[in-house]
């Protein structure tokens, strides 16, 4: 447990060392990923993180394609328009921090929702993301964020 009493951006940058120590496991699984068969048909998508109903939950990232012809097959492996599939960070073993970084003024899940995004943006682009031909932003889910989405690949 990290004790209440970090600034807000010692908040941040102690977060983001967490965070940092996945980043070669992450930027691995996302280079497996970006190396999966696409289909001839053009697709869009978006990368969705979420923090839980409060956001204090282990984030997740989601990945989710559309296209022409959406289709929904949870046991198809295979990117496809209607794909949706967890990106499994792995980041449970990030420390969790007092519950008062999130109560008050602090702003603790938003200043959390900031940094997750601005980190898993730099391993998306690290991981050879920035060329992938589709169309793909990120966003923080249920607003927990800036509002900002963050173009990931150069055709968003």
């Known amino acids: ?25 992450t930027i691995d699984k996302l ?5 999966r068969a696409l289909p001839d048909e053009p697709l869009t998508g978006e990368v969705q993180l979420f923090l839980g109903e409060d956001g204090l939950d282990v984030p997740e990232a989601w990945l989710y394609l559309s296209g022409e012809n959406n ?8 990117l496809f ?10 980041l449970q073993s990030i420390p969790e921090f007092d519950l008062a970084y999130f ?22 682009w690290k991981a050879g993301g920035w060329s992938w031909p589709v169309a793909l932003t990120l966003a923080v889910h249920d ?10 690949t150069e055709t968003a």
């Open 143 to 152: 607003g927990f964020d800036d509002g900002e989405r963050i173009a990931l």
């Open 81 to 90: 328009a209607g794909k949706a599939m967890d990106l499994q960070l792995g």
């Open 1 to 25: 447990m990290i004790p209440y009493g970090l600034s807000p951006d010692q908040f941040c940058q102690r977060y983001r060392r967490h965070l940092q120590r996945t980043t070669p496991a």
């Open 103 to 124: 109560e008050g003024d602090f702003g603790g899940v938003t200043l959390m929702a900031n940094t997750l995004k601005s980190w898993l943006a730099e391993c998306w």
């Open 71 to 78: 289709r929904v097959d949870a046991s198809d492996p295979t």
């Open 31 to 35: 280079r497996t990923l970006l190396a």
